[in-house]
């Protein structure tokens, strides 16, 4: 048994979903082009999410050639590049290649559970992975573009007040595979294989959806990476936003490692109530916070930092709250996004008022700030920020899923 075999982390069995069609239909209706998934092929590693060096280890264990890092490179062009999802399409592998590749190895992809359209066009894909956990994704068209609204964990240890997705306690991290999965999955339903250089509906992912991607740095790292590499999915990392509630101590290798845009969902400009409504800002608090806001590498007027704020009817949204971030922001090359606050069953907060909203923006805009206010996009399907949320609960040790 070779080692790749016996690792557990890409060894784990999952459902495979047929490309076509799968985010056709009406606007809160199941889509009826879900395909049921196919057996589960337990015990077969999964090539999605893995990186060159790891598709050559393979390749070289079952080939056995010294050709490894060649096919491995035609292996990560059909995978990320053409989107092919079964070995019989790779034609530039030898069929005998091939033939062994199936024996051992598949090409994963979450497996949907439910797809809903939005009378917007936007849509929410609740995914299932191999284990039964299951996260929500979300694409929210915009004209010939569109963004992807990306999860990383199951759940979410944050427990924001304000926040869906909070009141799920956290099962587990997403790995590579099922998070740059979440990607694959919304090229396969939006037909955009092979990739485009242009013209792409999906131009720009946010990390955004479920889960804080700086508690799992590493896997959304590795992902991120096959997201950007340019013989692939391809996408410009100034093209990508990693959003976090504040893990102070992580911002500094998201700049230096990843590159990508970062996004701060700060919410509140005393620790007072920031303590409240963002709990992890009692461990670090909004000066520390600001301070690795300040010295996030590249930072420029070109790549400037995102700050998000949700307007909380009568919480955070006074004309002092707007005047007090402009001072705390003050010299950070930044925007600010205003996010009317989407409400959620038994949510203990209301959306500030539009004038509020506006008074807001302009003091914040006046500062020289540019400070859209975000349009709720899929609030019908309740695929709009912080709605997010699974039915995924901790099982008991008895009750999980034989691995
Ligand atoms: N944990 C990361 C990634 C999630 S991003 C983070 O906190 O940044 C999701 C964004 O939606 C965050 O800015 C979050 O604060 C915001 N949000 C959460 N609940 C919301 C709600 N009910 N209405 C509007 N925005 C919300």
Redesign the pocket.
């Known amino acids: 048994m070779t080692d790749f075999l016996s690792d557990a982390g890409l060894a784990s069995g999952a459902a495979l979903v047929p490309d076509a069609g799968l985010a056709s239909g009406a606007a809160l209706v199941p889509d009826p082009g879900v395909a049921p998934p196919l057996a589960a092929a337990p015990g077969l590693a999964d090539l999605v999410g893995l990186d060159r060096e790891e598709l050559k280890q393979i390749v070289t264990a079952v080939a056995g050639d010294r050709a490894g890092a060649m096919r491995a490179n035609q292996l990560w062009h059909w995978l990320y590049h053409q989107g092919a999802t079964s070995f019989e399409t790779m034609t530039t592998l030898s069929k005998d290649l091939r033939a062994k590749l199936a024996e051992v190895a598949r090409v994963s992809r979450p497996e949907v559970v439910r797809a809903l359209v939005s009378s917007d066009g936007t849509r929410k894909w609740l995914l299932r992975f191999a284990d039964g956990q299951e996260a929500e994704t979300v694409f929210i068209p915009d004209g010939e573009r569109g963004t992807l609204c990306v999860s990383s964990q199951v759940g979410?240890t944050?427990t924001?007040r304000?926040?869906?997705t909070g009141t799920q306690k956290l099962v587990r991290n997403l790995t590579p595979a099922e998070i740059i999965g979440q990607v694959m999955l919304a090229r396969d339903a939006l037909g955009e294989w092979p990739s485009p250089t242009d013209g792409r509906l999906l131009s720009n992912i946010v990390?955004?959806g479920m889960?804080?991607?700086l508690y799992n740095f590493e896997n959304v790292a590795k992902a991120l990476h096959i997201a950007m590499d340019n013989e692939g999915i391809s996408l410009s990392r100034r093209r990508i936003t990693l959003?976090?509630?504040g893990v102070v101590p992580m911002i500094e290798r998201c700049g230096a490692e990843l590159g990508v845009q970062l996004?701060i969902?700060l919410?509140a400009v005393t620790d007072e109530i920031r303590d409240v409504i963002v709990p992890i800002n009692k461990k670090y608090p909004i000066k520390e916070l600001m301070a690795a806001c300040r010295a996030y590498p590249g930072l420029n007027n070109a790549r400037r930092i995102t700050f998000?704020y949700?307007m909380l009817d009568g919480v955070n949204d006074t004309p002092a709250d707007a005047r007090a971030l402009v001072r705390l922001i003050k010299g950070i090359p930044a925007k600010v996004n205003l996010?009317p606050?989407?409400p959620?069953p038994g949510?203990p907060y209301a959306r500030s008022s539009d004038t509020a909203i506006k008074t807001f923006s302009d003091i914040v805009f006046a500062a020289g700030y540019a400070s859209p206010v975000r349009t709720p996009r899929g609030e019908d399907i309740m695929a709009a920020?912080?709605?997010l949320k699974s039915d995924s609960v901790k099982l008991r040790r008895s009750e999980r899923l034989p691995a």
């Open positions: 979410c944050l924001c304000f926040c869906h990390m955004m889960g804080e991607p959003s976090t509630a996004a969902s919410h998000e949700v996010i606050f989407n959620w949510a920020c912080g709605q």
